[in-house]
């Protein structure tokens, strides 16, 4: 069965710094998404991507996060200037159109010293 | 801002009962209401979809109810085992693939 992948599994980084978070999402899904849960908390959306731009974002997703499909297979998150707040698991998930599931990634667990 | 409430943060049931989870919205009725497990650690996967003009879904020993009066979904798990131990999250997709808004989670724990 097709699964996402996502990189690394886990990120360590100093406040400040910038961080790349990869995801290959399965290849016929067009839709992909990034959410993210701070330890014991719900999940949160982010942002939802579709034929190479953003088509909603979160309030959380301010100026310090962006998206692209560098290569046209992965999918990145990038926050440029770390803050402690963003230390959590970010998940990467793809929609199957057809029945409008969604497939989650394993997570990448950053943190933010 | 849609809420979402998850009847407890916890439940405990024996094995082979009958698990009920209850997710309860506030405001617009979703187009898509889902529900997916959770494992420690682990990303959501995927359980069951049901849409706003739909009541019931079944999968196997799974099933989900929508009552767009009460604004209410169930979530049934029949002869339940130790392996259904794990959170279930309900999400709200309002449109249809763009934003989904989860719920809170609630932690099943089967016991032998």
């Known amino acids: 069965e097709p699964e996402v992948t996502q990189t690394p599994s886990h990120q360590v980084t100093q406040m400040g710094q910038e961080v790349i978070l990869r995801c290959v999402p399965i290849?016929?899904?067009?839709?992909f998404y990034w959410y993210r849960q701070i330890l014991g908390q719900k999940v949160e959306f982010l942002v939802s991507?579709?034929?190479?731009?953003?088509?909603?974002k979160s309030e959380i997703f301010d100026d310090q996060f962006s998206v692209e499909r560098p290569d046209g297979s992965n999918f990145t998150l990038k926050i440029r200037s770390t803050k402690l707040e963003d230390s959590a698991m970010y998940f990467c998930?793809?929609?199957?159109?057809?029945?409008?599931?969604?497939?989650f990634g394993p997570g990448t667990r950053l943190t933010v010293t | 801002s849609q809420k979402i409430e998850q009847n407890s943060e916890a439940l405990n049931i024996q094995e082979g009962k009958t698990a009920t989870l209850t997710c309860n919205y506030t405001?617009?009725?979703?187009?898509?209401l889902q529900w997916y497990r959770q494992d420690p650690g682990r990303g959501p996967v995927f359980l069951l979809l049901?849409?706003?003009?739909?009541k019931e879904k079944r999968k196997e020993r799974l099933k989900v109810t929508f009552d767009t009066t009460l604004k209410q979904s169930l979530f049934h798990i029949t002869a339940s085992q130790p392996a259904d131990s794990a959170t279930y999250l309900c999400?709200?997709?309002?449109?249809?693939?763009?934003?989904?808004?989860f719920g809170t989670g609630t932690k099943l724990q089967v016991i032998p």
């Open positions: 998930a793809n929609l199957d159109r057809g029945t409008y599931e969604q497939y």
């Open positions: 290849s016929n899904h067009l839709y």
């Open positions: 991507f579709y034929n190479n731009e953003i088509s909603e």
């Open positions: 405001n617009y009725s979703p187009a898509y």
């Open positions: 049901i849409r706003e003009n739909e």
């Open positions: 999400a709200l997709d309002m449109r249809g693939y763009q934003k989904v808004t």
